[in-house]
């Protein structure tokens, strides 16, 4: 079974730009987030998509939005970039959303390889 | 929220030494996953392990939820093993699917 996968791999953009990336989940996996690595901030939560609603949000401003589709794709935007969005963008995906109490194998999530993303 | 906390933070071995990995979590959890960062930035995943014991090949893990942390073994180290470890929490109540990472333990095996 083909893991996640992620477009483009590397990208580079100038400030004030916007930018797209996109993430296709694992076969069957219904559950995509996205999470921001950066060395001063470590790994955090951007938000996750279940059945194409937004199920989660972390603590990002409004410039970071994203979607999901029918297939379970997703895709994230940056709008107006800044120096500070350089980073490596992470996309998860897992066979179930979560939902409340509920915890177990189904909620392990598997990540892709990474968009890097460098704003100058 | 939740605060994930893995020490050492740096860790530097002999290839053929065994070492362990810490990881605190402050508030109950109902997933716990390990994953190994490689130089190009792919998370791997190592374990799922929100309790119990788990072994494969030379590394395996322990998590005692009741007292909110987990361990990751690495036995017989490889070269191949350096790179950064990170544990990731996802909270029982709320939160969705959201894991909570740890700020990790760079690894690094020396011939």
């Known amino acids: 079974k083909a893991g996640v996968t992620q477009t483009p791999r590397y990208l580079i953009k100038t400030r004030g730009q916007q930018v797209t990336l996109s993430c296709s989940p694992i076969?069957?996996?219904?559950?995509v987030s996205w999470y921001q690595q950066t060395p001063g901030q470590g790994l955090q939560f951007l938000f996750e998509?279940?059945?194409?609603?937004?199920?989660n949000k972390g603590n990002f401003p409004g410039r970071f939005s994203g979607r999901q589709f029918s297939n379970s794709r997703s895709e994230m935007n940056v709008s107006t970039l800044e120096l500070g969005d350089s980073a490596l963008y992470l996309c998860?995906?897992?066979?179930?959303?979560?939902?409340?109490?509920?915890?177990?194998?189904?909620?392990?999530?598997?990540f892709g390889p990474g968009t890097r993303l460098t704003v100058l | 929220g939740i605060q994930v906390e893995q020490s050492p933070p740096d860790l530097i071995l002999q290839e053929g030494a065994n070492s362990t990995l810490r990881c605190n979590f402050s508030?109950?959890?109902?997933?716990l996953q390990w994953f190994h960062q490689n130089p190009w930035g792919q998370l791997i995943n190592l374990f799922y392990?929100?309790?119990g014991t788990k072994q494969n090949g030379r590394l395996s893990a322990t998590t005692v939820a009741t007292e909110r942390y987990s361990l990751l073994y690495i036995s017989s180290s490889q070269t191949t093993d350096s790179g950064v470890y990170f544990c990731?929490?996802?909270?029982?109540?709320?939160?969705?699917?959201?894991?909570?990472f740890g700020t990790g333990t760079q690894l690094k095996v020396e011939l």
């Open positions: 508030d109950s959890v109902n997933n």
């Open positions: 076969s069957g996996h219904r559950s």
């Open positions: 998860a995906s897992s066979l179930v959303g979560g939902l409340g109490r509920e915890g177990g194998p189904f909620h392990e999530q598997f």
């Open positions: 392990i929100p309790s």
């Open positions: 998509y279940f059945s194409e609603t937004q199920r």
């Open positions: 990731a929490v996802r909270i029982l109540t709320g939160g969705g699917n959201k894991l909570t």
